[in-house]
């Protein structure tokens, strides 16, 4: 059965940077569409950006664009994302999820998640 972890959240100042990562054990990512989503306290879950299998087709949310990037290694079984120029409007716990198609519009096509990850953008 599939399992994914996030790691390297954590306390940045604004205009910082991170880089989280999602290992996957019990199975390959090959083949998984992987998501990002985030959730800030009172807040909804939003998809902030996925990855296809193939890793043709990346998405991002408007909020994040120019600013993150999604990219996977399929060799380490690990999907990152680099967080550049955070703001404090990022905080939020940030999940992995993989699936069968790369959308940030839903959670329904994700059929595996990871615990989530803090990440806290502050000065």
């Known amino acids: 059965q599939l399992q994914l972890v996030e790691s390297g959240g954590g306390l940045v100042q604004p205009g910082g940077s991170l880089r989280l990562s999602c290992a996957a054990s019990?199975?390959?990512?090959?083949?998984?569409?992987i998501g990002w989503f985030r959730q800030a306290p009172g807040k909804e879950r939003d998809g902030v950006s996925c990855?296809?299998?193939?890793?043709?087709?990346?998405n991002y949310a408007a909020s994040v664009k120019g600013r993150f990037t999604i990219s996977r290694d399929n060799a380490k079984n690990t999907v990152y994302l680099q967080m550049n120029n955070l703001k404090p409007e990022d905080t939020a716990v940030y999940y992995c999820?993989?699936?069968?198609?790369?959308?940030?519009?839903?959670?329904?096509?994700?059929?595996?998640w990871g615990q989530g990850t803090q990440v806290t953008v502050s000065s």
């Open positions: 999820a993989a699936g069968h198609r790369c959308t940030i519009y839903a959670a329904t096509p994700y059929s595996s």
């Open positions: 990855i296809s299998g193939s890793g043709i087709s990346i």
């Open positions: 019990g199975s390959t990512l090959d083949y998984h569409a």
